[in-house]
């Protein structure tokens, strides 16, 4: 998922340093950023947050996941871009934002309401 924003931050990026072979290059220009550096970044970025919560590119993916279903994107769609083969493998992130689920108001709420009935008339009142 490239938005127009982060597209304008990469190219703002290339041109700061003009890579040639990789836009992300790892220690030797002419191979890509490792798994491994990429987890070591992760590594230093949660130590320097101190966050108590594991900071990994797999718990990364998983809080785009559900920042996604937060924000009202379906399933379906979040399926697609984390390129899960199953439905039910994506499903697991409901379990996480269940404000989300909660939040969802029934179709049901989508019915007319009934018209309230006539008011029943008035007994003769008697002297």
Known sequence: MLSPKLLEILR????????KAWLFPGDRADQ?????????ACAKAHNLSRLCKPVTPHSL??????????????????????GHRSLATTAHYLRIATNKVCATSSPF????????????PAKPEYF
């Open 109 to 120: 709420e989508l019915l007319p309401r009934p018209a309230p009935p006539f008011p029943a």
């Open 32 to 40: 890509p950023i490792t798994r491994d550096a990429v987890g070591q």
């Open 12 to 19: 703002d990026y290339w041109k700061m340093r003009r890579p």
């Open 61 to 82: 993916r998983h809080a785009f996941a559900v920042h996604l279903l937060e924000a009202g994107a379906d399933v379906r769609s979040i399926q697609l871009l984390l």
